[in-house]
């Protein structure tokens, strides 16, 4: 009897922790339905939550909740995670747009294709570019960070208490987080874009002085040789800002934890 007490606990324990783990996972590119599948994308979220398991089961109640206070351990459970994954996804994201931002200055985003990092549409370069952040989250040490994050939060937030008090900064510093989002984007492909519309600018001068040139036909493949090598040219600075956004996971987390205490 003692036993199956003792398995109902950490079965219980177990459900409510889940969610902020699953939501955080879902959020997160390189964990989406489109690059792991579901299945093993919950194994994986079970087998991480079994490690918080005992710290959670200590704070746990004899008793379990009530379905009604369950309903709102849970629901505020999936919010934190939302709002750990929400910080985490954005370096994915911005590099993403910053790749479709390129394309589609260069007349490419018709070749298109879904983006197994996303599950969204994507243009070639973005596809490509939200890969290779991908290999540097697991091996410039992302993952570590956003794990770290992750269970540091069940230290700051435990399970079974309610909401975490609000701070009324948390609304603008949301809204920081998406300026900085787009501002990012821009900031990234700023390089690429500024190249092509100075070769754009040029072949408008050609057209000028030589009508005859059938600029139109030459735009697109001058545009792309000219944005590709001024990309090569600037990939490692690009990618190792970028490994220093997915590391600032954890200072967002500390924003975070200053703002919902």
Known sequence: ??????????????????????????????????????????????????????????????????????????????FIGLLIGFGAAIPFWV???????????????????????TGDQSSPLGVFMSQVLAVLFFVGGGITVFLAALYESYRLWPVFSFFPRIDPAAIPWLLRLLDHFMALTVLLAAPVIIAMFLAEFALGLVSRFAPQMNVFSLAMPIKSAVGMLILVIYLGTLFGFMDDELLAIGRHFALLEDLFR
Do not use: C, H, Y
């Not at 939501?23 to 490690?51: D, H, Y």
């Open 1 to 78: 009897m003692d036993a199956f007490e003792d398995w109902r606990r950490i079965l219980i324990a177990l459900v409510f922790v889940l969610p902020r783990m699953l939501v955080a996972f879902a959020l997160l590119p390189v964990f989406t339905r489109q690059s792991l599948p579901g299945m093993t994308r919950n194994g994986v979220a079970v087998s991480l939550s079994l490690v918080i398991l005992p710290m959670v089961m200590v704070d746990a109640p004899a008793e379990p909740p009530d379905w009604l206070d369950g309903l709102a351990i849970l629901a505020k459970e999936a």
């Open 95 to 117: 590099i993403a747009s910053a790749g479709f931002f390129i394309d589609n200055q260069r007349g490419t985003t018709m070749a298109s294709s879904i983006d197994p990092m």
